[in-house]
């Protein structure tokens, strides 16, 4: 059996990945530290696949327990997915993020490619687009981050391109996911969200669920069909099939390889706000407030060539969104405690 290393695989989109993966027969070891995750969720896996991935409780800047954790296991592929996420909080704590994103994705990935990892997949981010003159980004554009969260996934993906630069035996596939939203259709595992989520789609599922009175929605002056800023939605579980064609893509290339993971196409805040009501058939009391500064008006992914080299397009709409969010948000009513 081909053993794969998943870093973060307790989170949201890592937890998707590991049970795609574990239904293609591949032995997983999740290494989390659990920082925005629970261990509960390795049963959850188990409920849905019928099999336990081995966990490392462990940091990825731990450099003895990564250097431990490759000498004793042959890897046929790392992904990696841990680290610190939220834009807002990396504006407030740049130190920290720096530390726990950049200094421990350095340290990981030095290891990995001593021990001659073959396949390596990064998770990095739309962030590291910024502020662009068109809506549409395509992996080619000039990148130009304006968060700490973004400036530190290029950074790292710099650091990649240095490896490569180095030594031209090493492949890489980077993944740049633009808003990944959803839940397992099971509703078993989805995204548990904390106090302070500041993301869209959990905050209209608790508003529809009642948790939330009322919505608050920031800005509705953007020069946009409804006046609320448009953003590409991916549902996670399209992602995760993503994860498991770039697997597959690897043997054919030898480089980095960038893929945006999108839709291709732009929702508004007040097309999700209506969605979710059709299909929770409950109603969203909502309210304006101002526009957060650095928001963008418009931002959507070019799929091409994901769509082209990976073989790969989401195949889950708005509406199938919303109806695994709202099953998730029914059976996990207070998260995963
Ligand atoms: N969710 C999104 O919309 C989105 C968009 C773009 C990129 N990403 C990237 O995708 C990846 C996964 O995101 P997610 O939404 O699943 O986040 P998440 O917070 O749910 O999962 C990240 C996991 O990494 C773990 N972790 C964090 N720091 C760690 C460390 N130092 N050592 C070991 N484990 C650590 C956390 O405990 C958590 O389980 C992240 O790299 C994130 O930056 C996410």
New binding site residues.
């Given amino acids: 059996m081909k053993k794969i290393l998943v870093?973060?695989g307790?989170?949201?989109?890592?937890s998707h990945v590991v049970v795609q993966l574990l239904n293609k027969n591949y032995q997983v070891f999740v290494?989390?530290?659990?920082?925005?995750?629970k261990k509960i969720v390795l049963e959850k896996i188990r409920k849905i696949t019928g099999k336990l991935p081995n966990f490392i409780e462990?940091?990825?800047?731990n450099i003895n327990l990564i250097n431990q954790i490759f000498n004793e296991n042959i890897f046929e592929g790392l992904m990696h997915?841990?680290?610190?996420?939220s834009l807002s909080d990396s504006e407030i704590n740049a130190e920290k993020y720096y530390d726990?994103n950049v200094v421990?994705s350095n340290n990981l990935l030095d290891i990995a490619v001593k021990k001659n990892i073959k396949k390596i997949i990064f998770?990095?981010?739309?962030?590291v687009y910024g502020n662009q003159k068109s809506a549409k980004v395509v992996e080619t554009m000039l990148l130009d981050p304006i968060t700490n969260y973004g400036k530190n996934?290029l950074l790292i993906e710099k650091k990649i391109q240095k490896f490569q630069t180095e030594s031209k035996n090493i492949s890489f596939v980077i993944f740049r996911?633009?808003?990944?939203v959803g839940a397992h259709p099971s509703g078993i595992i989805g995204?548990d969200i904390r106090e302070t989520t500041s993301n869209l789609m959990p905050l209209v599922s608790k508003t529809a669920f009642g948790q939330i009175k009322k919505l608050t929605i920031f800005g509705n002056d953007y020069p946009t069909k409804d006046g609320t800023g448009l953003r590409d939605y991916i549902h996670v579980e399209d992602l995760a099939a993503a994860h498991i064609k770039g697997l597959e893509f690897f043997p054919k290339n030898k480089n980095i390889s960038t893929f945006n993971l999108g839709v291709g196409k732009a929702y508004s805040v007040l097309d999700v706000v209506k969605t979710f009501e059709l299909v929770s058939k409950r109603k969203i009391p909502y309210e304006f407030s101002k526009k957060r500064p650095g928001d963008l008006a418009e931002c959507y992914a070019d799929p091409f060539l994901a769509n082209s080299d990976l073989q790969w397009k989401a195949k889950l709409n708005l509406e199938d969104i919303c109806r695994d969010v709202w099953n998730f948000q029914i059976k996990n009513p207070i998260g995963y405690e």
């Fill in positions: 870093t973060g307790t989170g949201f989109i890592g290494l989390d530290n659990l920082s925005n995750s462990g940091d990825i800047r997915f841990a680290a610190l996420k726990n421990g998770s990095s981010s739309a962030a996934k996911y633009f808003n990944a995204e």
